[in-house]
């Protein structure tokens, strides 16, 4: 039995964070430095953690770091910038304007080591000829309210970009460039990390009309034009491309693994339910409330605590004016399916510490959720309608505050099941 469930689930969570750290892991997939010109570049919520690593083990380093507000870390020749996430800003439009420059000062054989992690996306500003910041911000929004999959955002940004696609990377020819990966994307393809900058995409314009069109994304005629006239993507068999290796070295089935390892240590039965689950927050969470259930009613008095675990990153169609995200959405949905059962608690937080564009990581529950809600006077229902989820949890004390992580592997859910004598 687990006597205090919400404390457990936030070691988990603490656990899977820990091991996603770039300087616990970075250092092993970093070769010797070399004794030419080495240029460090790199963008995403984790960045800025992963240079002070790189400096660690190689010392001050030319460069440059785009990270969002709040991610920086000291270095001692690498230049750190703060821009905007989700939504771009100027700081991140000047900042990748002059990284573009850097890596095209490279030449053969220099090294350009990029540093990308989820975030990148955002942070990487160069709209293609056409499109204004402004424009690129607009889209960028609808995209996070239409609920579209992040690989399908990822394709519109490619394309409405100079930098992503695998531009960065043929910026950087005829120069080495070894990309080291933090993934936050279902199944770790590299090309949707940061909407791969420095991978080879066959996407076309017309795969981003298409995106635009199948989930109703609201953009400016701009746009449709920029799109209609091509754009700079580059194709994974482009020879400017054959001096890039990208490689992956934390991504989320690692934390899961190292939350189970911790959970199985403390006497759970655990079922990882996969690392790449997609879909709308609200329909996860039922689907996971019934499975907890029926669990559940097949366990007996002394039987050993089990616990879902999963990750992945899940969705939410912006129906109402709320504040909210993915993570508290699918507690807040799994709160009011399972309506409160004696026994089950649970957590679900962004390891980036931010869930949407709160910052907030998650929330926790238990079977005393909907009980507090109405002793305070909070409408579960009203709040799931309004997409106000971290407003709900905040008026309860339920959400999980971390501050910057500085690592990013996605979604982590954990979901606590113990006999109802036990709860």
Known sequence: MIDRPHLFLRHLFDRAVEVADPMRSLRDFLPEKPKGRVIVIGAGKASARMAEAVEAAWGPCEGLVITRYGYARPCRGI????????????????????????????????????????????????????????????????????????????????????????????????????????????????????????????????????????????????IRDALSHGSGVVK???????????????APRQSLEAAATFAREAGCDVHLLGDALEGEARMAAEAQAKEALALQSGMMAGDPPILLLSGGELTVTRRGDGIGGPNAEFCLALALALDGAQGIHALACDTDGVDGAAEVAGAVIGPDTLKIAAARRVDPRLALDRNDA???????????????????VNDFRAILVQSPRAG
């Open 236 to 250: 994974p068999d482009d020879p400017r491309l054959a001096r890039t290796r990208n490689v992956i070295y934390a």
């Open 79 to 222: 230049e750190i910038v703060e821009a905007a996430h989700p939504v771009p800003d100027q700081a991140g439009l000047e900042a990748t304007a002059r990284m573009l420059t850097l890596v095209e000062s490279a030449k053969e054989g220099d090294l350009v080591l990029a540093l990308i992690s989820g975030g990148a996306s955002a942070l990487l500003v160069q709209p293609v000829p056409g499109v204004s910041l402004a424009e690129k911000q607009a889209v960028n929004q609808a995209l996070l309210a239409s609920g579209a999959p992040i690989d399908r955002m990822n394709t519109v940004r490619k394309h409405l970009s100079r930098v992503k696609g695998g531009q960065l990377a043929a910026a950087a020819w005829p120069a080495d460039l070894l990309a080291l990966i933090i993934s936050d994307v279902p199944g770790d393809d590299p090309a949707f990390i940061g909407s791969g900058p420095t991978v080879g995409d066959p996407s076309t314009p017309d795969d981003a009309l298409a995106v635009i069109g199948r989930w109703n994304v609201d953009v400016a005629a701009s």
């Open 390 to 408: 971290h407003s709900f949890f905040g008026s309860i004390d339920a959400q999980v505050v971390t501050g910057p992580t500085l690592t990013n």
